[in-house]
Structure formats: C-alpha cells, structure tokens
C-alpha cells in the first residue's frame, strides 16, 4: 500500500517521496479555502454517492515539490477525448496548492487550489480512501508537513487578504485557520 524512497534532507519541511495506492471518492468545490468546516460536507456528500458511482484507483505520489495524481486508464474506457486506453492520466498539485488536510478513520480530504473551467471554481476538495488507518495517517502527516511550510502559509495569508478585499471571502474569526468563501 505505501513505498517510500530515502529522502536526502532531514530537514523538518522535507517528506520522503512516497506512493499511496487509493481511491478517489471524488471533488467537489469548497465554499472555503482552509478549516475542516469546508471539508466534512463535501466528504459526506461524496462518500454518500459512492454507492452510485464507484471510486477510482489512483496513485498519490507525494513529495517535496508537491502532489502527483496519476490514473490508470484501463483498456475500453475513456476518461477524456485526449487520453487514449492504457496511458497514465496525470495531474501535479504543488505543494503551494495544498492549504488544508483531514482525516477521518481510512478517508484522507484535502482542500487545493486548482481552477476548473467547468465550474470557474479555483477551490476543490478531494477525497482519497486509503487500505488502512495507519497508511491514512501517513498521508495525512505528510500533507500536513508541506501545508504547514512557513512560506505556504504566509501565501494562503496572502490569498485570504486579497479574497476578503474583494469581498470573495467572509473569515470566520471563531475557529483558527478557517475562512469562507463568497
């Protein structure tokens, strides 16, 4: 389920490369940009239709630079008219784009900053169904180390300032951390 390759660094901001084999239970924007308020209704929402639509087989490969989504497109399916059967689907996140992590039990969210023409929205969370707790907590731990990089969160700071002056963002001033969006 996990395999880690040594990392160079010991730096505390430094995570060893490593590849986690899930499920993708989904995305779907998120009306804040960071606090776990904003996470648990889209994972309700998406883990209640995983009963419709079954999960995706993805690998997270997780380093310094950030995240690295890669789907197999199995044979006979088609995920988008520019992929062909058999090729890898790949998405980076930077590590930049990574401003909040929860975990709850196998269930890994996280909130990332990646614009989706479809729904003009810049926001999303994505949820992952790890094979176990522990390799949940993992994850979790190492998402955790790149959001809480002193230069990432002045960034999200910065972010929320320029949101909030343009009336994008309401901030919730009673849980540390949160802000809303719209």
């Known amino acids: 389920p996990l395999t880690s390759a040594s990392s160079s660094s010991n730096d505390k901001n430094d995570i060893k490369k490593s590849s986690y084999y899930v499920w993708f239970q989904g995305a779907k924007e998120s009306k804040g940009l960071r606090g ?24 997270l490969q997780l380093s310094n630079k950030g995240l690295k989504i890669i789907q197999n ?15 890898n689907v790949k998405h980076f996140i930077p590590h930049h784009a990574i401003t909040c992590a929860v975990r709850t039990e196998e269930v890994v969210s996280c909130i990332l900053l990646i614009y ?12 992952y169904r790890c094979d176990s707790e522990e390799t949940a907590e993992l ?9 809480q990089r ?26 540390a951390g949160s802000s ?3």
């Open 36 to 59: 776990e308020e904003y996470i648990s209704p889209v994972v309700r929402y998406l883990l209640g239709k995983e009963k419709e639509q079954a999960p995706i087989k993805v690998t």
């Open 139 to 147: 994850l979790h731990t190492q998402l955790n180390i790149l959001i």
């Open 73 to 87: 497109v199995s044979p006979g399916k088609r995920v988008h008219d520019n992929y062909r059967c058999g090729e």
């Open 150 to 175: 002193p230069e990432n969160q002045k960034k999200f700071q910065e972010i929320e300032s320029r949101l909030q002056e343009k009336g994008l963002l309401h901030r919730n001033v009673s849980k």
């Open 180 to 182: 809303k969006l719209g």
């Open 116 to 127: 989706n023409p479809a729904t003009a929205c810049p926001v999303h969370v994505h949820s």
